[in-house]
Every structure is written in structure tokens, then in C-alpha cells.
Nanobody
Framework: QVQLVESGGGLVQAGGSLRLSCAASGSFVRINTMGWYRQAPGKPRDLVATITSGGSTNYEDSVKGRFTISRDNAKNTVYLQMNSLKPEDTAVYYC?????????????????WGQGTQVTVSS
């Protein structure tokens, strides 16, 4: 089975930086788009940033210019560098990966989620 393991969350002061990592392991043919989502209490889970297998990126407006998503395909790992953090960034951050697996002679695409990591930004 596929597992996404996140790390790098924690407590940081406003204006500080944090780097999240998410490594995929298990049985799969390839990873297509990877991304980061976040969810605050009482709020829906929102997309933060995505990156395709070719390196194309997309960001939610509030994090543009502050966050950078990247990936290391050889390590099956996606990163989120968060700079100039604000209290509004406080949330549980979830890693997501859309990947291709093989079942007998067929291939299929599935989405997997990390366990979530808490990011708290104090003022």
C-alpha cells in the first residue's frame, strides 16, 4: 500500500519560516500531481499549492510570493517552504499525491493523503 509521511510542522513566530516535507513510499508506477492542503478548525480543507510531475506549480492567492512548493522525483518527496508566515497560516497541513498504480494488467489513478502536520504561527 502507499503511504505519505509528513514532517516539519511546528510552532513559529510571525515572520518566521518553516519547511514541510512529504515522502511517498509503497507500490506505485509513478506520481503525477502532488500538493499541499490545509484545514483550520471549523473551516473546510483548502488547497495551498500543487506541483505537477513536470514541475508546473500553482498557488492559492494568499500564499503567493511567500510559499514555494518543490519536489524531488528521485526521492518521491514534495516540499513546502513557507516564509513570512502569518497567524492566518495556522492550520493542519496535509500532503496529497495523485499517483498511478497497477492492478494486474490495468493501471489506475488514486489520491493519497498524509497524516497531517500542525503548523502554528504566533503573533
Amino acid at each position: 500500500q502507499v503511504q505519505l509521511v509528513e514532517s516539519g510542522g511546528g510552532l513559529v513566530q510571525a515572520g518566521g519560516s518553516l519547511r514541510l516535507s512529504c515522502a511517498a513510499s509503497g507500490s506505485f508506477v509513478r506520481i503525477n500531481t502532488m500538493g499541499w492542503y490545509r484545514q483550520a478548525p471549523g473551516k473546510p480543507r483548502d488547497l495551498v499549492a500543487t506541483i505537477t510531475s513536470g514541475g508546473s506549480t500553482n498557488y492559492e492567492d494568499s500564499v503567493k510570493g511567500r510559499f514555494t512548493i518543490s519536489r524531488d522525483n528521485a526521492k518521491n518527496t514534495v516540499y513546502l517552504q513557507m516564509n513570512s508566515l502569518k497567524p492566518e497560516d495556522t492550520a493542519v497541513y496535509y500532503c496529497n499525491a495523485n499517483l498511478v498504480q497497477r492492478r494486474f494488467s490495468s493501471s489506475y489513478s488514486s489520491a493519497y493523503w498524509g497524516q497531517g502536520t500542525q503548523v502554528t504561527v504566533s503573533s
